[in-house]
């Protein structure tokens, strides 16, 4: 019994954290969530920029990835304005065979923390979160793939994610952030993520 008992467990083990990739099922609709916006400005780090302008940046060049490859992408923002959190999660709620993806850039009170990390909820999201948290390791700090109760992702039907894409506050990773390059990198991987988690 206890050797079953072990044998279980190291199956659950396997499935649940597997590191090829797997999917959330086939989607067609991605909804992107550029963090923050107009009063809400998000993080604010060195160089002086702001978090909510950075998001919907790189939530753009998401949105241009997904379409090139297919995808049918809704945005909760496509400017400088406020949405608030719970009309966020309802564009998705609203949608038949959607993922949700909210992109963060994050801030902490000292300045060495670095690197990206990317948030769940529920397990049929963690795929999506894993999926985009493997291609950003490629060549960021990766803090892991986490669990929070985020209000994007709590109340969300869909498979939902929310990665932060780097620390505002680290002098090093703020001036690589700065390029739109490094971005341009940073979305790229986002869209890998999602693309991997559709099967
Ligand atoms: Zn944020």
Redesign the pocket.
């Known amino acids: 019994m206890p050797r079953l008992l072990l044998l279980l467990t190291a199956a659950v083990l396997l499935t649940g954290c597997a590191s090829s990739p797997y999917g959330v099922g086939r989607f067609g609709t991605v909804v992107v969530d550029a ?2 916006g107009g009063i809400d400005r ?2 604010r780090g060195q160089y002086s920029t702001m ?1 909510k302008q950075l ?1 919907l940046d790189t939530a753009k060049r998401v949105e241009r990835g997904l379409r090139s490859r297919g995808f049918r992408v809704i945005m909760t923002r496509g400017g400088d304005y406020f949405v608030p959190l719970p009309q966020r999660a309802a564009v998705a709620n609203r949608q038949w065979n959607a993922v949700f993806v909210s992109v ?3 801030y902490a009170p000292r300045s060495a923390p670095y690197g990206t990390e990317t948030y769940y909820y529920n397990a049929k999201s963690y795929p999506l979160a894993a999926n985009i948290q493997r291609e950003l390791s490629r060549f960021s700090n990766s803090r892991g793939v986490k669990r929070a109760r985020f209000h994007v992702l709590r109340n969300n039907t869909k498979p939902a994610a929310l990665v ?1 894409c780097g620390f505002l506050t680290s002098p090093n990773e703020a001036r690589k952030i700065r390029s739109s390059g490094y971005r341009q990198r940073i979305a790229d991987a986002i869209v890998r993520g999602i693309a991997n988690s559709s099967r």
Do not use: L, Q, V
Request: no cysteine.
């Open positions: 963090g923050h998000g993080a978090e998001a963060h850039y994050n932060e």
